[in-house]
Nanobody, 123 residues
């Protein structure tokens, strides 16, 4: 059974930074796609970062490109999302995701989801 546990959310002022962490169990990075999504109230869930093992490439939508960075620490079995220069519009529930296909595109459809961690950015 795959479980994804996020941490690192919180409240920050605009311009600040946060780093989200995702600890998977029953899943290893070599198995395939992993990524991060977010969902703001009243909006659809959207992919904000995706990575495929063994490829030196990642996906970011234009709304976060240059500000967010996805990375993984194999030794710690942890996926990260470093978020810099945060904006009020980045406020959302953030979800870790794994499996599925298409993680290097906005149409990524994961198999597994975490429970989410809230990020709130104030002006």
């Amino acid at each position: 059974q795959v479980q994804l546990v996020e941490s690192g959310g919180g409240s920050v002022q605009a311009g600040g930074s946060l780093r989200l962490s995702c600890r998977p169990s029953g899943w290893s990075f070599s198995k395939g796609c992993m990524g991060w999504f977010r969902q703001a109230p009243g909006k659809d869930r959207e992919a904000v970062a995706g990575v495929y093992p063994g490829l030196n490439a990642a996906y970011y939508p234009s709304s976060v490109n240059g500000r967010f960075t996805i990375s993984q620490d194999n030794a710690k079995n942890t996926l990260y999302l470093q978020m810099n220069s945060l904006k009020v519009e980045d406020t959302a529930m953030y979800y870790c995701a794994a499996g599925g296909r298409g993680c290097l595109a906005p149409e990524y459809r994961p198999e597994y989801w975490g429970q989410g961690t809230q990020v709130t950015v104030s002006s």
